[in-house]
């Protein structure tokens, strides 16, 4: 069973930055993308980036500028490198990995950013 292992949440000030990781239990080639979804108390999950198999990259416009998202094949993993955060970047972040029409999802690491 493939299994997403998620790192690096925790509490931040505003303007600070975090590094969360998600590690996959397979080779990273055998899913065509992998990302960030968050969601916020009372709020539905958005995506907040994703990268493909190519490299390709897309964010949320409310993060662009300030977060990257990057792979490291060798070692199966995605990163999202956060800067500038804001309070209104609190949330769950969950990665997720897509395999054609089958989307896994991690447990999910809290983000707070306090004002």
């Known amino acids: 069973q493939v299994q997403l292992v998620e790192s690096g949440g925790g509490l931040v000030q505003a303007g600070g930055s975090l590094t969360l990781s998600c590690m996959v239990s397979?080779?990273?080639?055998?899913?065509?993308?992998m990302g960030w979804y968050r969601q916020a108390p009372g709020e539905q999950r958005e995506l907040v980036a994703g990268?493909?198999?190519?490299?390709?990259?897309n964010y949320a416009d409310s993060v662009k500028g300030r977060f990257t998202i990057s792979r490291d094949n060798a070692k199966n993993t995605v990163w999202l490198q956060m800067n500038s955060l804001k309070p209104e970047d609190t949330a769950v972040y969950y990665c997720?990995?897509?395999?054609?029409?089958?989307?896994?999802w991690g447990q999910g690491t809290q983000v707070t950013v306090s004002s």
């Open positions: 997720y990995a897509n395999r054609l029409s089958i989307t896994i």
């Open positions: 397979e080779n990273i080639f055998n899913f065509n993308a």
């Open positions: 990268i493909n198999v190519g490299g390709r990259t």
